[in-house]
């Protein structure tokens, strides 16, 4: 039975798997589909020992385009994910919201020992129902935070427990791994460091004997910073302006008024988390462009309460002294409230974000230990009216619940979570259904999606690339056309895009401007670019598309340079089988030695023994160079290897048999007869018939005569043919 004591200590952790289990249906959506679906350190198609050399999403940390963003430990638990159910989204969302409950449980066991019983309670029923969580838990990258969080709150628990012994190495070494671990999810986890040393501080009646382990704090966390920069390469990373337009902002005045804006707006997010957005990059929050932007006299007001309340909490808490003093717990949750929210700030370095939801997560703690701390001094100033403070507090609860509740059934899909945003940041979001109606297959709501996008901001490169694929995937190439090329004057590094406009070109009969379009993507570096596997896919098919069309053009030479450039700059997910065919094609036109085009050949099925075009190549040139049984190894590997019985597979087998002699004619018969089976051919026909003329079987060889002329009635050896198999039946 659970009493009254147990329902406070485990109520908000019932609450949080109460708000936050019907997540297990929804789907993996926004920045879950990079992190997860398109990351090879969770699918398992790069090494175990990759993951820790590569950022969150599966690029290189010394990559130019690498956000530097380290968190092993989290793509670890999405990889552990992926191999025990696969990419079902069930799996990923449990394991957030188990999280979630679990750090309610933590936070409740630490504000009890540092502020109480009663804040405690009041600061767990808000954390488990707070609205602003949402993104964090519903959305599965967010397991970043949760885990960071988990690991932060386990580092101040074990440190700010009482030892018996004088000796306090073990406690400051746990605390300092435990701190490290949460460093592997998130990078803030290392902030809580800095509370372990601000704790430390407010703890001055013991400062005297806290100095040892103040001096071992400090010293880790700066080992820890400096290893963290390590990674990084000492190099900051880089975002693009839409990421974060506050940091690229050319005026100083400009860009500093708005950065002293935007803790303030997430303090409201905090407040009053009314409006809320999966994305607030580009213009979602203006610019503070002027001092007569009454936001200044706003962020103004907000830092000096700040100063003033932790003035005054800190001269309480020298006065009353105490663990449960209101003044140290406000305190207490104002390190827990700036702290954590210290490398957001852009202080330390620039961030890719304006704002986002998901890192005010362990921030929260500080504001509900705030809010907490009114709740307990109102209940003590005003001890006649606990029950009207408890059914406010009850209300304010059921509120935040109901909201987000409310607010997760956004994150169903992602057709639900674009149109929530639409109100906040419509470009994005505008773009982003696009994307989902494309998948639909709903032209019309996809077309009309970008272009209400580029309406509201026109210069995102991304939206008319995608646009541009809408309209050239229904054929309407003019359209395409206009869309890429405005793509490519925002993005000139996109060469997705000009692998697609040069096809688009080519299908207008535009091969001129093709051939440029394709050489302007191999002048592409892909420095600081993001996306490495498009643009690694849009250079080898704009290298391999440019060496096809000079092919087509009789360019042979300029064709097999390219090509050979082609096997160079290959990736591994590109077939070399495909260059080498094409290259094989050219040698031939250029004419080169038949042991020249061998070696081609032979190489492409090296490279894929798989590829039946490869091997149908070998085997015809083998047939050339009288080679019939090397040929054959070649074709019958073709007919094992085709997913569907095949005419052509059938045939080569039966044509080379025809070819070594009339000890093979009965194989031969054999393989006409099953490409016959696929479909009607007047050359299988007539060869079949001449295969069984030979074998002395002329009625059925008059036959297949018979149906081969009803297929070609104009093929003169085929009435030779005929007229030399009547005579031989007459004379019969």
């Known amino acids: 039975m659970v009493g009254g004591r147990d329902w ?39 090494p175990l020992s990759q993951l820790w050399l590569n950022d969150f999403w599966g690029l290189p940390l010394n990559h130019s385009g690498s956000h530097k963003s380290y968190r092993p430990l989290c793509v670890l638990s999405f990889r552990i994910n992926h191999q025990l159910d696969g990419l079902n989204p069930r799996g990923f969302h449990l394991v957030n919201a188990v999280l979630h409950a679990v750090n309610v449980l933590l936070l409740g066991a630490l504000t009890r020992r540092l502020c109480g019983p009663s804040v405690s309670s009041t600061t767990c029923w808000l954390f488990a129902s707070h609205p602003v969580h949402c993104e964090a838990v519903a959305s599965v990258v967010g397991r970043a935070e949760l885990g960071s969080c988990l690991f932060g709150l386990l ?6 427990r009482k030892e018996r012994s004088a000796n306090r190495c073990p406690q400051i070494l746990t605390t300092v791994a435990l701190v490290a671990i949460a460093m592997l999810w998130k990078e803030q986890g290392i902030t809580f460091l800095g509370i372990c040393i601000c704790l430390t501080f407010l703890d001055y009646t013991h400062m005297k004997a806290s100095f040892t382990p103040l001096t071992c704090l400090v010293a880790a966390a700066a080992s820890l910073a400096y290893a963290r920069v390590v990674l990084m390469g000492s190099q900051p990373p880089s975002f693009s302006q839409s990421d974060n337009p506050v940091a690229a902002e050319p005026i100083w005045l400009t860009r500093t008024m708005s950065f002293c804006f935007l803790p303030l707006y997430n303090f409201y997010l905090m407040m009053c988390p009314a409006v809320l957005s999966f994305d607030w990059s580009m213009d979602s929050i203006p610019l503070v462009s002027s001092l007569s932007d009454p936001r200044n006299a706003c962020s103004l007001v907000f830092y000096v309460l700040l100063l003033y309340l932790a003035v005054h909490c800190a001269r309480e808490a020298l006065a009353a002294g105490n663990v449960g003093s209101g003044g140290r717990c406000c305190l207490i949750g104002m390190m827990f409230m700036v702290l954590p929210f210290l490398p957001s700030t852009n202080l330390l370095f620039y961030v890719g974000f304006v704002v986002a939801e998901r890192v005010l997560y362990s921030p929260s703690i500080g504001y509900c230990v705030l809010v907490a701390c009114g709740v307990e001094k109102l209940r003590r100033r005003h001890p006649d009216c606990q029950r009207l403070i408890l059914s406010m507090f009850m209300f304010v609860v059921t509120a935040l619940s109901v909201r987000s509740v409310l607010r997760n059934e956004v994150w169903l899909s992602e057709q639900s979570l674009y149109k929530s945003g639409v109100g906040v940041n419509p470009a994005k979001s505008f773009s982003n259904l696009g994307n989902v109606y494309t998948q639909l297959g709903d032209f019309r709501s996809a077309e009309l999606s970008y272009l209400a996008a580029l309406a509201h901001r026109g210069n995102m490169g991304d939206t008319h690339y995608n646009l541009g694929v809408l309209y050239h995937t229904h054929d309407l190439h003019d359209r395409a056309v206009l869309a890429y090329s405005h793509a ?4 000139p590094y996109m060469t997705v895009v000009h692998w697609n406009l040069g096809l688009c070109l080519e299908r207008l009969g535009r091969a001129a401007e093709a051939e440029l379009v394709y050489r302007d993507a191999l002048k592409q570096s892909g420095e600081g670019v993001k996306d490495q596997l498009n643009f690694l896919k849009g250079r080898i098919n704009s290298c391999y598309h440019l060496g096809k069309l000079l092919y087509k053009q009789g360019h ?6 390219i090509l050979r450039r082609c096997l160079e700059i290959r990736p591994s997910f590109f077939s070399a089988a495909t260059i080498y065919n094409l290259l094989a094609e050219c040698l031939k036109q250029l004419g080169r030695s038949d042991r020249e085009i061998l070696s081609v050949l032979e190489t492409a099925v090296a490279s894929d023994e798989r590829n039946i075009i490869s091997r149908t190549k070998l085997g015809l ?20 290897l085709s997913p569907s019985p095949d005419y052509s597979a059938y045939h080569n087998v039966a044509d080379v048999y025809r070819l070594m002699g009339e000890a093979y004619f009965g194989q031969s018969e054999e393989y006409f007869r099953l490409a016959l089976a696929q479909q009607p051919s007047a050359i299988a026909h007539m060869n079949l018939g001449a295969i069984l003329h030979m074998r002395n079987k002329y009625t059925e060889a008059h036959d297949e005569y018979l149906t081969a002329l009803g297929l070609d009635p104009d093929n003169q050896v085929l009435k030779d043919n005929l007229k030399k198999l009547k005579r031989l039946m007459q004379k019969g």
Request: aromatic share 10%; glycine share 4%; charged share 20%.
């Open 621 to 640: 040139h083998l047939i050339r160079t009288d080679a019939p049984r090397a040929a054959l190894e070649q074709f019958l590997a073709v007919v094992n």
């Open 556 to 561: 042979y030479e300029s064709g097999e340079l």
């Open 8 to 46: 406070a200590r485990l109520g908000p952790v019932f609450l949080a798997l109460a708000i936050n289990l019907p997540s297990v249906r929804y789907d993996l959506t926004f920045d879950d589909t990079r992190a997860i679906l398109a990351n090879p350190d969770v699918l398992g198609t790069s």
């Open 488 to 491: 490519l004057k925002y993005r």
């Open 155 to 160: 580092a101040v628990l074990v440190y700010t």
